[in-house]
């Protein structure tokens, strides 16, 4: 080989060498993730929001995910703390211009945040308040995509490969204008997600990369905190105030979503079990002596925590409780590592950052919140809600975010806000999705665990769910329903060889038979005696 040759060969590879250092160091991973949700459209109560405020308005945009929608609460918006915090300041003060409007959507993750703040500035608020930490990792959980591989060479090999961030990130942008290829993300992950329940199995979950490793987890706790700094550079450029707050998690409310680690386990199963049949002599003991040969179990944490709690030892109960969290396999929620990285970033910005579950937790037993203010993990009930906009109110007056009204109200200023708040629920959110919020909420977190393989804990999600729901979503459930029981029983293999009349034979049987269970008031009867492995002739017959 020539020595021209070889200095051309030279020049290409480090050439190439430089520009992948150069993308390696410009581009992360994360970029690439495609998205659960896109940021909504503005909410019409902003649409026609012009000028500036004046000196006694209040303007207060309130920007976050399904919490803050008000989710499953319809009509969209309206069963939000935030929107029954403008309710309550009306009440309060009537005379003056009040808005205070959500602007949130299910899903958001704090990148889509600061997207929607850079809009909402544009409406001049006279406060921003922006929360946090529900769904940090959600992107993650639902693409499947390892974002740190394990393996020191795999590793290297994504780095070096950065420049196709660079490639798609082009192409994002050459789209945009035609519909956007996000919109397109969120579309194809969405029609994914649930279809994949079919595939799964008790302990094999739907989706690749579970569990989430720690390596990827602070990857994104990373962007979180990336995206709080430039939330808090927009409103500085603005000059407008700005509150954080944490999202809710309802700690010792909710079962872990994931497997854990070391996968099904009949020893934990059936303390589980018995748990919930009601048996609770000598459990402690048999918990405890189990976590100690599997101490990285998040559910025989929770477990652990649900027995303390109910024993009274209400700090050890939030110790385990924390521990299960934090351990889950699939952090769909708040857990510990993203609050305290939202708490040391506020701090670092000497931003004021305000907890949610606080008020919840004032109420509760031990600092435990009573789970009927949460409909889930992260999901407030209408009373949830209502608890937690009368605080704001209050935690908004004394850091001196409203303007210094006069209070008109004769009596309890908290008594006229909880009175206007509780007419405005009663006569403002749709009875129907007030009626049906539990059901809904059991429907979708049934189906979420059946995804990521958690049969056990889908099966009483399912069952609530059916109790409750609509007649128009009875044979969607029961189908999930059918599936869940016939699959942890080992049913399922019996059914396989089968024409696919018998098994829809079988399922119509199994559907009446619900419908029946339910009317008379032992649903949770039949399940169990399914569960077990009995035949519905022989459960019907009991």
Same mark, same amino acid.
């Given at each position: ?14 050439? !190439? ?7 390696? &160091? ?52 309206? =069963? ?112 994914? #997600? ?60 909710? &079962? ?13 199963? @059936? ?25 990285? $179990? ?30 889950? =396999?699939?952090?769909?929620?708040? %857990? ?68 210094? &009204?006069?209070?008109?109200? %004769? ?5 006229? !806000? ?12 749709? @009875?129907?999705?007030? $009626? ?16 990521? =393989? ?17 007649? @128009?979503?009875?044979?969607? #459930?029961?189908? $999930? ?5 016939? $699959? ?49 002739? @022989?459960?019907?017959?009991?």
């Amino acid at each position: 080989m020539s020595s021209e040759m070889r200095r051309t060969l030279l020049g290409l590879v480090s050439g !190439f060498l430089s520009l992948a250092l150069i993308f390696a &160091w410009i581009y992360s991973p994360v970029d690439e993730l495609p998205s659960v949700a896109t940021p909504p459209t503005l909410p019409p109560r902003l649409v026609d929001v012009t000028g500036r405020p004046g000196p006694e308005d209040a303007r207060i945009i309130v920007l976050g995910a399904s919490l803050t929608a008000g989710y499953p609460y319809a009509p969209e918006l309206d =069963g939000s703390y935030a929107r029954l915090l403008g309710v309550g300041l009306r009440s309060l003060h009537s005379d003056k211009s009040i808005l205070v409007e959500a602007w949130a959507k299910p899903a958001l993750d704090s990148v889509r945040l600061v997207e929607m703040a850079e809009r909402a500035l544009e409406l001049e608020p006279t406060l921003l308040v922006v929360t946090l930490g529900s769904n940090e990792f959600a992107n993650r959980v639902f693409s499947g995509q390892i974002l740190v591989p394990a393996n020191p060479f795999h590793r290297m090999a994504e780095k070096l490969s950065r420049s196709r961030v660079f490639l798609d990130d082009l192409a994002r942008r050459l789209e945009r204008d035609s519909g956007g290829s996000r919109a397109r993300e969120q579309q194809a992950l969405e029609k994914g #997600i649930l279809e994949k329940i079919v595939e799964t199995a008790p302990g094999k979950p739907g989706l690749t990369g579970l569990p989430i490793s720690h390596d990827d987890q602070d990857l994104l706790l990373g962007r979180l905190r990336e995206s709080m700094i430039r939330i808090d550079e927009l409103c500085k450029e603005k000059g407008t105030p700005l509150v954080f707050c944490v999202a809710n998690y309802c700690r010792g409310g909710f &079962w872990p979503w994931g497997i854990s680690e070391g996968g099904r386990d009949p020893v934990v199963d @059936a303390l589980v079990v018995g748990y919930r049949q009601g048996h609770r002599e000598g459990l402690l003991d048999r918990v405890e002596k189990a976590l100690r040969t599997r101490p990285r $179990r998040a559910d025989l944490h929770f477990l652990e925590g649900r027995l303390l709690q109910e024993a009274g030892h209400h700090a050890k109960a939030r110790v385990a409780f924390d521990a299960a969290r934090d351990l889950d =396999g699939v952090p769909m929620h708040l %857990t510990g590592e993203v609050q305290r990285t939202l708490l040391a970033t506020a701090q670092e910005l000497s931003r004021e950052i305000l907890i949610l579950d606080t008020p919840l937790e004032a109420l509760g037993e031990g600092g435990i919140p009573s789970r009927s203010y949460y409909l889930d993990y992260g999901h407030l009930e209408e009373s949830g809600h209502a608890v937690v906009a009368l605080w704001l109110a209050q935690k908004l007056r004394e850091g001196g975010y409203l303007p210094s &009204w006069e209070a008109r109200q %004769t009596g309890s200023w908290k008594e006229t !806000f909880q009175k206007a708040v509780r007419r405005y629920q009663v006569t403002q959110v749709e @009875a129907q999705s007030r $009626r049906q919020a539990r059901a809904r909420m059991a429907s979708a977190n049934g189906a979420f665990s059946m995804l990521f =393989g958690n049969y056990r804990d889908a099966l009483p999600y399912l069952v609530s769910a059916f109790e409750g729901c609509l007649p @128009a979503a009875e044979v969607e #459930i029961a189908i $999930r329903l059918s599936l869940c029981i016939l $699959r942890l029983s080992g049913r399922d293999k019996e059914l396989k060889g089968r024409p696919p009349a018998e098994g829809e034979q079988e399922f119509i049987r199994l559907y009446q038979a619900y419908q029946k269970a339910r009317k008379e008031g032992n649903l949770r009867e039949l399940v169990e005696r399914l569960r077990q492995g009995a035949k519905l002739g @022989a459960t019907t017959n009991h």
